[in-house]
Structures are given as C-alpha cells and as structure tokens.
C-alpha cells in the first residue's frame, strides 16, 4: 500500500482556501479501479479519465493497482480542472516517482497529452500559498505572471506534465517567474480622450465632479448627443489603481476568467458596458453551480455603464441598490453565501422618452404623455436617490461642431480630479463614501447655505438620502476649488445636479 498527499486549493467567492490530496494505492486491479471522494463535482470526477491519459501519453505508465483519492477538507465542494495537476502529481507520488511536495501547492488541468492548460482564479490560489506559508506554486505557465504578483511565493509556470516532474527532480534547473516583470507591465490600451468630445461643457463638468468624488452619473439626453461617448472617457480621468486596489479587481477578473491568458496585475480601472438585455446573476453574478462575479463586480474600482438605462428589466435595475449602498453583493445558495467586491462608480445614460426628442428645441417627440411617464417610471425613486448627479446632456449646435476650439484634454481634467482625491484621503475615503456620522463635521454650511439647502430640499421634496447627497457632491465641488468650506456656489451647483430627475419625473 502507497499512501501519498499533495496540496492545491479551490477558490470560493474571491478567496481560496487550501484542499490535501491525499491518494491511497493498494492491492490489484484495473484503471476503472479509481475512486474520488471528497464533494468533487462533475469536471472534478472526469478528471480520473484526463489523469489516466495524461500519465499513459507522457511515457509514466499507469499502474494495475486501486487507486482512491480523497479531497479534503470533505464538507466543501471541489469545482472545476484544476485539480487534475495535482491529483495526477499524487498518483506519481504513490507510484514512487517523485517526492517532496510538503512546500509546493500545485494547481493545473491537464490535457489528454499531458499539456497543462490555465485555471481561474490564480491570484486567489497565490494569495492563499503565502499565507498558509507555502514557499512554492506550480502552476500553468499562462498564470506564472499573474501568480507571480503576490511576493512571498516563487511561482514556477509549467506547461507539460513531464516538466512538472523534471522540476520536482531537478530544481536547480528552473528559475521562478519574477514578480517585477508582472507588476511593471505596461498597460494594454490607450483610454480615449475628453479632447475628442465637441461642446458638452456642462457635462464633462459633471462627470469631473464624479470622477473627484467616485459619485454615480446619469446622463439624459437625445440620441447622438454624445452620451455614451463622454462615459467611455471617464475612466482616463480617474486616479491610477493603488497596489491593493489592482490586486482585488485583478482576483475578480481572474476568478471569472476574464483576466486574459498570460497576464499579470492589472494596471487600469476597469470599464464595464453590459446590453439591456442581461439577467439579473449576469449583472450581480451567480449562476449553476459555484457563483461566479457578475458585471457589478467586474467593474469593481471601476465604472459601470448602463446604456438605454430605462430598456433594462425593473428587477435587474433594483437589484442594484444593494451594491450602489454597501459597495459589495451576497449571493445566497442552498448551501453557502458569497460576497463579491462592487465599490464602482455607476454611469447612467438614457433618452428622455421612447422616441428620445422629449424636451429637444428642435425635433418634435411623437410620445404620448402617458407614454413618457410610462418610460421614466421604470427608474424607480430609491434608485435614483443613489445616484448623485443628474446632468442633460442635449444635441450639439452645429457651430460647435464645427468649430475650431480646442476642448480640455483628459490629463487636464486629472490633474484637479487627482488633486481634489488627495484632499479626501486625508478624510480617510472619497466623498461618496463618506459616512453619514462625517457629513456634519466636513459639509458644514454657513447661515446662508443652511437656507439655500432648506429651501431647495422643500421645494424639490428630497429624501433624506437625496440631501445627503447633496452636501457631498457640494463637497466634492469645494475640494476641485481648493475650498476648505462649502460656499454657496459650491451647494448651489450641487443642487443643481438633483433638479433635473424632479424636472423629469415629476
């Protein structure tokens, strides 16, 4: 009898956690001889097949023996190929062939030839490694420079199943991927620029604001006004990734294997545009089987932007109150609970109506009044008290156009957003996540702004949600001035910003 354990790790929500492998090699008997236990789901137990294959076409043999392989601990459920790597270095293991693998975690899917073919979630599994204390990590070598990443763990990248053995048998001969090559990557596209967008002065006020602020934006306006085009800017204006910032959104992105083959740490905040047409687990996640990240959690650190806002189905939209408050989603199975990271700033745009010309100077709309209330009415209320800047965004005369002015480019707009960012991280966060307890102590008004904002809250019938709102986008508009306090200008501005949803929907 041949008792041998390897180490891997499996990946639930955005966090692994380490899984022994133990395989016991006894008596005689045939390759149907093979058993796994443990909680192994459908991929897992197909495994035995790949392993089978894999051993035979590399020139290792398979031997006549009963072979069970247990994955432990048992009470959670092993999704997913990536241990058929270690699984397989376990049965080499039992067969005498290798050794020593107490200091390695090994994760990989193995082909029928042996090959090695990348998993999801490699961060997570580099991060689980260091903090268990396990010096080293073989992995596929399309994930070597994502794992790389997390210091503390030499990452060693394989791409067959005999180099796998080699490197166990000879280690000296193989260098670990180093982990300056993934950090210092340079970024894989270029943003585009706010130069390029024509007229709009009003809006790309807005979305300064946002951008110094992390506030959500929604955008109202005609077709070709240039909605969707001022959005695909935002993020060449936000501040760059922090080290555990890109680490987090790079976890997200590996575990919904979004992340890309080859890639390491991911320098640029995301930009996420799901269609009106997605589900409510494709926008917050889910799915059969274990939960996976959805679009709010891909646009962690990151904008999400819903085009044709009001097309969207009303329960997938109010699905996104939770992730706009807390900054985080639970999903809820029958047997665990995962929480995925959200912390993104929303861009809305949408038309005024159906037709899309209700309010425009120069076309006439053909919808009905109950048709217009018909399509405002799918943003809920509470949905829009979490949006905190309402701008229109109208048709471009044509003179602008046309004409020969130069429009501020994005690093311009950057330099104040970046400044006014600074500012609140000595608050200790932006101003959009600011706690309810910090507004009265950092948004405090003179005598003549505490009647401007009584009037307006009367006026415009705010929540209270709403004047929060208010007093930190006013803030934000004091931070890009330099202002230590909050003058009426500042406040008026923001006002402004909340009276044009009451414009529409009342």
């Known amino acids: 009898m041949a008792l041998f354990k390897t180490q891997s790790a499996a990946v639930f929500g955005i966090d692994a956690h380490l899984i022994d492998i133990e395989v016991d090699m006894y008596g005689s008997g045939s390759a149907r001889d093979f058993v796994m236990v443990g909680l192994p789901d459908i991929a897992v137990k197909e495994s035995r097949e790949r392993i089978k294959s894999a051993l035979m076409n590399s020139g290792f043999g398979y031997p006549p023996r009963c072979v069970t392989i247990n994955l432990a601990p048992a009470n959670l459920r092993k999704e997913g190929a990536g241990f058929d790597l270690p699984m397989a270095m376990g049965v080499l293991g039992a067969m005498g062939l290798v050794r020593g693998l107490e200091r390695h975690l090994i994760v990989g899917e193995l082909s029928l030839d042996g090959a090695i073919r990348s998993v999801r979630g490699m961060l997570s599994v580099a991060v689980c490694a260091r903090d268990r204390g396990i010096p080293n990590l073989i992995v596929p070598v399309e994930n070597a420079a994502e794992a790389a990443v997390v210091k ?20 000296d001969q193989f260098q670990p991927t ?3 090559e993934a950090i210092e990557a340079p970024p894989t596209a270029s943003t585009p620029d706010f130069r390029d967008v024509r007229g709009q002065v009003t809006a790309k006020r807005a979305l300064e604001v946002a951008a110094a602020g992390a506030h959500n934006v929604l955008m109202i306006g005609p077709p070709g006004s240039g909605k969707t085009m001022l959005a695909k800017r935002l993020a060449g204006i936000l501040p760059p990734l922090s080290f555990a910032e890109a680490i987090e ?3 997200v992105h590996s575990i919904a294997g979004v992340l890309g083959s080859g890639a390491g740490l991911m320098r640029e905040r995301p930009f996420r545009a799901p269609h009106h047409t997605i589900s409510d687990a494709g926008l917050t996640g889910g799915g059969s089987g274990m939960p996976r990240p959805g679009e709010v959690s891909l646009a962690h650190n990151g904008v999400l932007f819903l085009d044709e806002f009001p097309e969207f ?7 996104l109150r939770q992730p706009l408050e807390d900054g985080t989603v639970t999903i809820a199975r029958a047997n665990m609970t995962l929480s995925f990271p959200s912390n993104f700033m929303l861009v809305a745009a949408m038309n005024p109506c159906r037709c899309g010309f209700y309010g425009d100077a120069t076309r006439e709309c053909r919808c009905t009044p109950a048709q217009i209330q018909q399509y405002l009415g799918k943003i809920s209320g509470p949905l829009l008290d979490r949006i905190d800047i309402h701008v229109e965004v109208p048709a471009v005369p044509f003179q602008e156009l046309r004409g020969e002015a130069k429009a501020e480019p994005s690093s311009a707009i950057r330099e104040r957003v970046l400044a006014a960012r600074a500012v609140q991280q000595t ?6 996540r600011m706690p309810t307890r910090s507004i009265r102590k950092h948004c405090a008004l003179d005598d003549s702004g505490e009647r401007t904002l009584e009037l307006a809250v009367r006026r415009m019938s705010l929540s209270a949600r709403a004047h929060d709102r208010i007093l930190k986008v006013a803030r934000t508009i004091a931070d890009i001035a330099g202002s230590e306090l909050i003058a009426a200008k500042h406040l008026a501005e923001a006002i402004q910003y909340r009276s044009l949803d009451r414009n529409y929907w009342n």
């Open 152 to 171: 503390g763990v030499s990452v060693f990248g394989v791409r067959h199943l005999a180099e796998v053995v080699a490197l166990l048998t000879r280690p």
């Open 178 to 180: 180093l982990a300056e």
């Open 249 to 251: 959104t790079t976890k």
């Open 313 to 319: 189905p009303r329960d997938v939209l109010e699905i």
């Open 427 to 432: 608050r200790g966060g932006t101003n959009a």
